[in-house]
């Protein structure tokens, strides 16, 4: 392997002129100051080498501009040949697998995993083949979802083909049914047709014989109806005559209503006026006592003001004496005088210091005590006036309370008023409401009566108030029984009578009953009482269909419904009863709609139209008929009972209501007696507030400060008084001091005088002045402090409020005499109105008997016209029904006629076409009795989409010359004269009818072409089959190529990472010096380890495993060196150039570190290090110093050492 012997520099960035640097060592270090232009070294460098064979290879690269020009042994080359010769001896220039540049170190040992497998797919090469791989892997998926696709594609040919056969043999079967299904749908239609003019004769016999009977039992109902209308007229004369005495009795009651509030008004002012003496009276007695103590203090304080003058007197007095007792004992001679004030300024010169310190100190001693006296006068002050405020405090609260007591007897008074008030008006108002309410409710219940009367009055039968009658038995006896279905439920609207009516059947009627016993019970009940017969719902017993949520979905036809949802009902356990009657049906709005959803979808349906067409799942159809609509009349029977009990009601509620309304006089005086107390209320609340807010708050505020204040006191006159204590201390010790001066000056002078020291003689005159001043001060002050509190005693008019009391009780006790007298006026007038109401009550009582003689016959007429009514009503129930049954059977016939027509089933025909056959909708027999918008109801909801009964009949009379040709009917339906066998024979046909269509709509209509589609799927199969060929040989082909550059990249990466691997642990214990250090690479992929990361573990000597980001500085550095090294191991460079990898470690580990690098040099490896830190250069074969000069610019120049020259 070569080695760098030489690097020329010619004006290369810091390097000016031709420099050649070297030789290089196996070990060489460049040293030099930051900014020399060390790093520049390994920007440029030109490198020769020596080979094995001692052959010497220039490298030259000269950079002109923004090119560059390559040469070897001075031969220009291009930049490919240069690379690749570099390469030759183990330099890769991509890769940079000869340097590593200052900063390199750190960045190699906070990688992740990810970039630890970039660095390895570089010093590999493996990254070269990385595009490659790319696009052939891309290639390769594309193919296999080709593929994929195609599979797919040819599996969904191969299902179509399957499908085409099926549909081929479907398709003929369909047919055969489809043939046979159409000749029994002719015989079914035949054999109806023939039957139904058969009965339709019948019932024309039978109508004409009804229609004589019923004219006679008319004319009987009506002279009845004359006579009741002549007894209505007199009852009507009665009423009217009891109608004038209650408006006489409402003028009473009216002023009876005006008079109450005002006796009441003037009860409860007495009693409020009695109250107020009450709470005066104690005010009085409270001021007055007040009064009394107000002046006997006064008078105290006057006493005490005469005796501190007394005692002044006598003090000025004993001084006078003591004056005259002392006489002049030490009053000095002229001389002496005269000595004493010479002496006196001897003393002031010599004693200049101490003078002006005592006066300083003196002056101050002055100042505190001035403070504290102004402080102890600011104490006392306080404490008066705190006195003075606690008295104003407790006189306000006085009045206060019993301003209180005042308003809180007023307002329990106001509280039991308002409340009187409130329930008053909330009644008076409640009737007001619910007057309108009843009258609405009556005009509208009167205007229903009105228009069901026609229909409802004369359907009554006997048989319905037997079954009613037989209800309540039963509900009285047994407790588990509910009613009768019909009583518990009810349509949304009217227009779904008929549909309800016509599915719920004979259960319309059955009595629904909790339990299987109960029903038992009543049904013996029943027989031992020779009842009727009946049908009874255990709800414990019935199996009631399964809800099937699934039809509340379908949407078309429009507004369809299901039964069940149309159907109110109460209470809801009655549900399962419900739905046992009626099931899963559904209700829609036309007979082509019930018919549409009940046959020719993929599921058959009960379906019932609001003409009450009932469309069975097993294909039968009934229509509606005249008893159906009879039957249907029962709802408007049992709303007509409904409205004639709500009528009774009302008429109770609303003559209640009324004479509530009639309190509104009575109210009205109650509200201003209210208004009266709320005002007297107000303003003693607005003086409470005064009084709380202003003048208590204000003097609890006051005490409360100026206590406050007087607390603040104490403190300072402590303070005052301890700076006044040690101050004397001082003062003390320096007349101490001074005294000395004086007593040596004045030492003779005291001799001749006869003192001790001069300060005896000046004490004893300036001590008794001081003495007397003070107790002078003394008297001053408690003279200034009782003058003070007699001036607030007599600003305090007890006197005042004394008589304010007195006058208000007086005035109080004229007003209860007044109100007193008011109060028996009205209660006299009240007892005369009473009276007068008491009379008038038993007039109208009596007239009220005579009406109600009058009401009692009219009562048993009717029962007669009802009798007579209910003849003609069963007769003419008779002749509807027969004409609804002939009517009927004209529809039934119609109804042949057009769905054959509409099911294009062709009949034969003597006379007439199917031309002739009219599809439009007929109204049924009840749709001509319900009217067509009726009230409460929206338009849209009431019209009925079929034709006038006009149109009708001409339809009928031009189908009634269609003669129909029977010879196709099988001779073995004719002749049947039993009604049963004859059901039995349609049901048998039609059922026939309905397994076919069912097993029709089974099927799924056969396409007519599926001999061509069944060869067009064939095409498309062939075709497919091509195509999925095709590109699985593609896919195979991508996968191949793919598979071998993913192994050709795999090699060459996995030998570079087991190379370093096997390296790694080594050169991490060489450099730590330590065999218990150690250092292994893993892989995140073993199977393609270019597409993850690489983890590179560590455990430092002597440590426990950590993670590399938490490994110290230099930790970290060996780790990242020990891979540098071992990356470099694999096709090493002749020359390993390091820019301070030192900067991060300290001295321990740059010695470890220098010393694995001088090993390595002696093993063949030349590494040229640049480095600042002597601890690792001083290892080195050879130094290379670079130095800065300066110039225009800075300039690099060169030292070199050879250090294998020096002896240690």
Known sequence: ?????????????????????????????????????????????????????????????????????????????????????????????????????????????????????????????????????????????????????????????????????????????????????????????????????????????????????????????????????????????????????????????INLAKKRPQFIKAKESSSHIVKKIESLKTCYESALKSHETHLNEIKQIEEEIKNLEIERREFEKEIEQEYLSQGISLELRESQMSEYQRLKEVVAKRNTQFQEELDSLLREQKLDQDSLDNEMRKRNDANLKIKQKEYELEEQKLKLSKLIEYINNTEVQLNQQKQLEAQMNEDIEKAKVLCVDYENEYAKIMNEIGDAKVQVDRSESTRNQKKAETIEQLKKKFPGVYGRLIDHCEPVHRKYQLAITKVMGKSIDAIVVDTEKTARECIQFMKEQRLQSETFYPLDFIDAPVLDERLREIRDPRNTKMLIDVIKFNPPQLKKALLFAVGNCLVCESDEDARKLAFEGSERHKVVSLDGTLFQKSGLISGGSFELRQKAKRWDEKHMETLRRRKDELTDQLKEQIKIKRKEPELADLRANLKGLEYRIKYSKQNQDKAEREQILKLENELEQTKKENVYHDPKIKEINERIQERSTHIKKTKQDSNKIEDEVFKEFCREIGVDNIRVYEERELAGQQERVKERMAFQEKETRLKTQLEFEKSRDTLKSWRKWEKDLKENEKELDKLKKEEDTLQQSISEI???????????????????????????????????????????????????????????????????????????????????????????????????????????????????????????????????????????????????????????????????????????????????????????????????????????????????????????????????????????????????????????????????????????????????????????????????????????????????????????????????????????????????????????????????????????????????????
């Open 1 to 253: 392997m070569g080695y760098l012997k030489y690097i020329e520099l010619e004006n290369f960035k810091s390097y000016k002129g031709f420099i050649k640097i070297g030789p290089f060592k196996s070990f060489t270090a460049i040293i030099g100051p930051n900014g020399s232009g060390k790093s520049n070294m390994m920007d440029a460098i030109s490198s020769v080498y020596t080979d094995e064979i001692g052959r010497e290879v220039k490298f030259t690269r000269t950079v002109i501009g923004a090119s560059s020009e390559y040469k070897i042994d001075g031969k220009i080359i291009n930049s490919i040949d240069y690379q690749n010769e570099l390469e030759k001896i183990g330099i890769y220039l991509k890769a940079k697998n000869f340097l590593v540049y200052q900063g390199q170190v750190e960045s190699i040992a906070i990688k992740n995993a990810k970039e630890i497998t970039q660095v390895f797919e570089e010093i590999s090469r493996s990254i070269e083949l990385k595009e490659e791989y790319e696009k052939l892997k891309n290639e390769m998926e594309k193919a296999e979802q080709e593929t994929q696709a195609n599979f797919q594609k040819k599996r969904g040919v191969a299902a179509q083909k399957k499908e085409a056969r099926l549909e081929k043999e479907e398709a003929e079967k369909y047919q055969r049914l489809r043939t046979e299904m159409n000749e029994q749908e002719l015989q079914l239609r035949l054999f109806q047709l023939y039957y139904n003019e058969k009965s339709t004769e019948d019932v024309n016999d039978e109508l004409d014989k009804k229609r004589t009977e019923i004219k006679t039992l008319e004319v009987k109902r009506d002279k009845v109806d004359d006579e009741i209308k002549e007894k209505k007229k007199q009852h009507g004369q009665k009423n009217r005559e009891i109608s004038k005495l209650d408006e006489k009795v409402k003028e009473l009651e």
């Open 834 to 1208: 009473e009276q007068q109401i008491e009379s008038k009550k038993s007039q109208i009582e009596e007239l009220k008997s005579e009406a109600s003689e009058y009401e009692a016959e009219i009562n048993e007429m009717k029962k007669k016209s009802f009798m007579h009514n209910k003849e003609v009503n069963d007769f003419r129930k008779k002749i509807n029904s027969i004409e609804a049954k002939l009517l009927d059977k004209k529809l039934e016939r119609h109804a042949i006629l057009k769905n054959s027509k509409i099911d294009l089933i062709e009949l034969p025909m003597i006379n007439g076409t199917m031309d002739d056959i009219n599809d439009e909708e007929l109204n049924t027999a009840t749709q001509q009795q319900i009217a067509v918008n009726p009230e409460g109801t929206d338009k849209a909801a009431g019209t009925l989409n079929t034709v006038s009964t006009q149109d009708q009949s001409v339809i009928f009379e031009k189908e009634a010359r269609i003669k129909i040709d029977y010879k196709q009917l099988d001779t073995e339906y004719l002749n049947i004269d039993i009604q049963e066998d004859i059901d039995k024979t349609e049901a048998r046909i039609s059922n026939r009818v309905s397994e076919l269509r069912e097993i029709l709509q089974n099927f799924q209509i056969p396409n007519q072409r599926v001999d061509e589609k069944l060869d067009t799927v064939t095409e498309m199969w062939e075709s497919t089959t091509a195509e999925f060929d095709k590109a699985r040989i593609h896919a195979k082909k991508a996968r191949s190529s793919f598979m071998k550059i993913k192994q050709e990249r795999y090699d060459r990466f996995i030998k570079c990472f087991e190379h370093i691997n096997s390296r790694i642990d080594e050169i991490y214990k060489s450099l730590c010096m330590n065999q218990g250090a150690q250092a292994s690479l893993v892989l995140e992929n073993v199977e393609e380890p270019y597409n993850e990361g690489i983890i590179y573990n560590c455990v430092a000597p002597g440590k426990r495993f950590r993670q590399m980001d938490n490994l110290s500085g230099g930790e970290k550095t060996v780790a990242a060196l020990a891979l540098l090294f071992s990356i470099r191991s694999y096709n090493p460079s002749p020359f390993f150039v390091l820019d301070e990898v030192d900067a991060a470690l300290d001295n321990t580990n740059i010695g470890k570190v220098a010393n694995y690098i001088k090993e390595q040099s002696k093993k063949g490896l030349q590494c040229i290090v640049i480095s600042l830190k002597e601890e690792f250069f001083q290892h080195s074969d050879a130094l290379i110093g670079v130095y800065p000069i300066s110039d225009e610019c800075i300039v690099s120049k060169i030292l070199s050492l050879d250090l294998t020259q020096i002896s240690d």
